[in-house]
């Protein structure tokens, strides 16, 4: 029985993992599909560019900018 029990436990945590890594890559796809699209982009123009804002990334060693 405990050998049942244990591997209930592992099957959740494994499914657990993969629902969250599934949900990470559908977010990321909807957003850059939102943002490359006609409408996201007239919304960017109407609300203000996104490529005014910082990002920690600008300050790293390899940015030579």
Do not use: H, P
């Not at 943002?35 to 005014?52: M, Y």
């Amino acid at each position: 029985m405990d050998n049942l029990n244990m591997l209930i436990v592992i099957f959740v945590v494994v499914s657990i993992g993969g629902l969250l890594a599934l949900y990470g890559v559908i977010e990321a796809a909807v957003k850059n599909g939102i943002n490359s699209s006609i409408i996201g982009q007239f919304l960017e123009k109407k609300n203000g560019t996104e490529e005014d804002k910082k990002s920690f990334l600008n300050d790293d060693l390899d940015n030579s900018d």
